[in-house]
């Protein structure tokens, strides 16, 4: 994005995030040096390690059209950028299952140092990994899950990238974002 775009982007008060080389984690801790990110490198957008959300996507680009409807579908229910971890779960193949266990060790260190309230999975292939299950999206969705052994909730709802292909399904994402206000109100 060039400096012409953000002018614009900042003067509508559009937030945009950035991207990170690297797995962000709390500054002074002995947990900090304890973890190592996978030879590829997990791609996640925020500088708070403590947001309460954690966002577990496809392919989120943040900085192209499924990026910014993010970002305006989480805008809607209150939700700012400070409050969230995103990691991207396209920088791993999943068909290939060393990848997959790599990605699923790397996100519990992420989810044991963030500690978030809530995850939202946005996709079903994303969402069809962490829960070990075969369902559609629109089965898995509407419904809290759990994820590990601390049984943090967790949402399913439709990638971004889905949703620009197939706008229709917008609403239902929306219903999706207000479960997720929903359940960190609760």
Known sequence: MNNEQLHYL?????????????VQ???????????????????????NANAKIMIIGEALDEQGEPGLL???????????????????????????????????QHLQKQINLTQPSIIMVVGQVAAQHLLNAKETLENLRGKIHH????????IVTYDTAYLLRTP???????????????????
């Open 168 to 186: 229709k399904d917008k609403r239902k994402a929306f219903e999706d974002l207000l479960f997720l206000q929903s359940a960190l109100a609760s």
């Open 70 to 104: 993010l970002n305006n579908m989480l805008a809607a229910i209150g939700v700012q950028q400070h409050d969230i971890h995103l990691i991207n779960f396209s920088t791993f193949n999943p068909p290939k299952i060393d990848d997959a266990n790599q990605f699923t």
């Open 10 to 22: 900042n003067a509508m008060d559009i937030p945009v995030w950035q991207l990170r080389d690297a």
């Open 25 to 47: 984690a709390p500054k002074h801790t002995e947990e900090t040096a304890a973890i190592e990110t996978p030879k590829k490198q997990t791609l996640v957008v925020t500088e």
């Open 147 to 154: 994820y590990g052994e601390k049984k943090i909730p967790f």
